[in-house]
């Protein structure tokens, strides 16, 4: 009998995951996908927000608030990437600045730090301001962080402390047995005391496998970015938000961790819940709106464009609750923005509510740190020589574009959670993720998982299982095909 | 250690400029990622190749080969499976370089050749619509798992783009026992060889989807269909012309671009229209002493030009190194009417040698026309011409004494 | 009057060929070889056979083959799985017979590539 199963391996799910596992309980993670945070997690903006957006009152501001706080404890303990670059909401006519002051009030309402800044100053600090812009604000406790590594950072966390991370399982059924759970998947069937579903946007489907009456509908909220290659870096150094709308925060121009620039999102509800696809409208609408903040934006400069799903739902809030129906499953539903930023305050909010039933003792021993991974291309000159004295295959470049070498490839597969396809290997090392787009490195890649997981180069998946990109050898028999 | 030239790229481009570089009394060093020299053209099996250089129809293999063996015997100093990652100059070059023998570590030239070659554009630079599924790929990756690696990475295709590559593709596969759905073009014509066409789609019945582009792509994790679509002369797809195909293979050959990222941080001119360094005639970047030849200065369609114009890089980085090469200021060469780009882009009238060569490609495909080079309203050389197609590259010798000024100069086509 | 469209492959230009099926005339070429191809096309059309076989050689695992002449157009396939049954044991250098005279074509075929270990 599992203590606490979590559906859901994204942000949300990976971080109480973590905070789980500081705990002496049983935790098991489900995912239908083969690695973390392949959902809304790995495509969104990427911000951690200061909390001056959320209306008052709501469970998004006070968990976005404690959120903020506690992505500077994250950095410490598990060396995610955080790049403190502040961010300014600027307003470019008469009603844009009155809604400018409602949301003075409310950051100070939900302790946000918001603080006065010249118009002076902003185009000092940022000469691609667009020069219609009339008033501005400075958050400077905005960062921005890479939230996939986030996910996989805390997860690995989790995973070192003892929660076991089951990847490829999809959940069909979940059967209450009076008190407990028989959540069965397609493979497989886990038996828990507590059920708890981060399951994004497939929260409803989930919560209907318990509920007669699911409380939430998912309304699939799709967002579309450009981005800019990273030798724009500079371009803009701050997280640029427009005033938002009922439709959300508008589009943002914003730096990304790794030197890229996004710009973007679209908003626009969607009936399909994968449909991930960027759409010529979409893009050609984010121009339009970009227009309105910044200016010199290098479009021909995009390296690729990307869609998210946002897990949107009808209500403000976030619905995060025990069930009314049913005892011990509780719903971590709705997250959209700011889930990113809330995750580590969802989790600690979702911590107490198991500890409110059992006593669940802290433990002993939990391993609260992980380890800096430093890639070749980050590394110092001493550094470099250092690690190829210790491993050669520091000396073979695989991946040009990103310059990856073998010993970070080599070193991904191996970790808690094994990146075992070319996705999972890019997602880790950014091999493919240059502006060949694998068309150098994929090979590379491929042959190094054959010979490090010892199977087959047509055993190789590009993400999920059947996803193969060698199908077969050229000299078996051609009548098969 | 210093060299005197030191080249980047043991290709086509870079065995050619070295063979031409070469002199007893200088250092020459070739350092190529690879285990073995040759470049792209490893994995170009078929043939088609030298019919211009060696008077012979030969694989890429045997093409790569006959030119390293020009190299063979001569004091040249080859770095294998070693990658040059960053490149800066002071008064002379410092090349960042990395292998698995000896870790990162630098070696310095007085003069370097940039022929590094061309990567293919991906899905991302052409903005392709629909979901994002296993399955889609570059021809020349699947080109280089066939013929190299000894894969199939599908076996129902459909093939965007009849440039060359995307031909040859349709072909192998075939061959190889996959099933090619059809080929799709978004101009009105295909890039690629005439002889391609019949040898490569016509032969083994693959149909040529003309004025043709993707409008969705669908499969979740798995590519299942593409969807494409006719073009109105703006490129806009027209309505009611859908077409779909159950392929599981996305195969595109959508145009080529010269592998020069690496190099950036030495600042010279790129053109805008080749994704190029710009050069004078002395393929001379606007970095002193930095060449660039092959692919990696402009794309080329026929290898033969490839070591043509590198081996003329060689001579003059070899003359610059000896002294003999003076740079003075150079004047623009401007692309006219029909003519996309011409290079040199910049010409040093002083320069020394018999005459000038010019490479360019224009904008439209005519049965005839006239190339002409001016000079202001001067008319300096015309060259009538026959089957002009923005594919084939062209080529136009214009002797020094031809030149009234050292204005700039203008080429520009004019269709009969 | 019964004519076949095809475009030629002698050389790069590719000039459209009309041929007589009966009388096996040729228009539209530009020079004599063309005219040789159009005739040939509608009585024995050959072709150059590029592909791969197997090799023990550790840096590729193909090697890179060709047909020493043109081999008839309809054994393509049949050629083809023939392929599948060569292994080039290095040492291997360009120009090497791997098979003589495949099916019965009095055609060879070459290596393209050399591969020394």
Redesign the interface.
Known sequence: MIDVLIIGAGITGSALARELSKYEMTVTVLDKEMDVGNGATMANSAIIHSGHDPKEGTLKAKLNVRGNALYDVLEKELNIPLLKTGAFLVAHNDEEKATLRTLRARAKTNGAVMEEISLEEAFKAEPNLSRDIQEVVSLPTTKVTFPWEVALALMENAVVNGVTFERGQEVIAIHPNGGTFTVETTTDAFDAKYVINAAGVFADTIAGMVETHVPYTIKPRKGEYFVIDRREKGYMNHVIYPIPSKAGKGVLVTPQVHGETLIGPTSLTIEDKTGNNTTAGGLNWIKNEAKKIAQNIPYHKTIRTFAGIRPSIEQYDFYIQESTEVPNFYHLGGIDSPGLTSAPAIAEMARDWVLSKEAFALKTHFTATREKITPFRSMSDDEKRAAFQADARYGKLICKCERVTEADVVNAIHRPIPADSVKAVKKRTRAGAGICQGGYCQHNVINIIARELSIPKTEVNYYNKHTNILVRE?????HDV | MMYDIIIIGGGAAGLSAAKEAYDPALKILVIERE??LGGIL?QC????FG?HKFNL?L????YA?KTAEAIEDLDIDVLLKTTVTDIIKFKTFDLTVMNETDGEFHVEAKSVIIASGCYEKTRSQILLPGDRPAGILTAGSAQRY?????YMVGKKVFILGSGDIGLIMARRMT??GAEVLGVAELMPYSNG???N???CL??YDIPLYLSHTITDIIGKERLEKIVIQEVDPHFTPIEGTEKTFEVDTLLLSVGLVPDIQMFESLKFAISPITKGAIVDQHLQTSVEGLFACGNALHVHDLVDWVSEESERAGQYAKAYVTGTLHAHEAKDVIPGDHVRYVLPQKLDFSGQDESTRFSLRSTIKADKGTFKIMQGDTLIMHKKMR?IAPAEMEHLIVPKDKWVSDEPVTISLEVS | MATRE?????????CHLSVDEKTLEVTGNRCPRGEKYGKKELTNPT????????TNAK????I???TSDEIP?GK??AI??V??DIEAKVPVK?GDVLLKNVLDTGVDIIA???LEH
């Open positions: 050229t000299k078996e028999a051609r | 285990a073995r490893r099996i078929h043939n088609g019919i129809e694989t890429g293999p045997e080969e066939l013929n190299l690696d000894g061959l190889e060889l005439t002889r066409i019949a040898q016509d032969d089957h | 095809m475009i030629c492959i002698v050389c790069p230009v590719g072709r150059m056979l590029t592909s791969t076989v197997k840096i590729q695992r193909r890179s083959i060709k157009k393509i396939f083809m799985d392929l599948n360009a393209t590539t050399s």
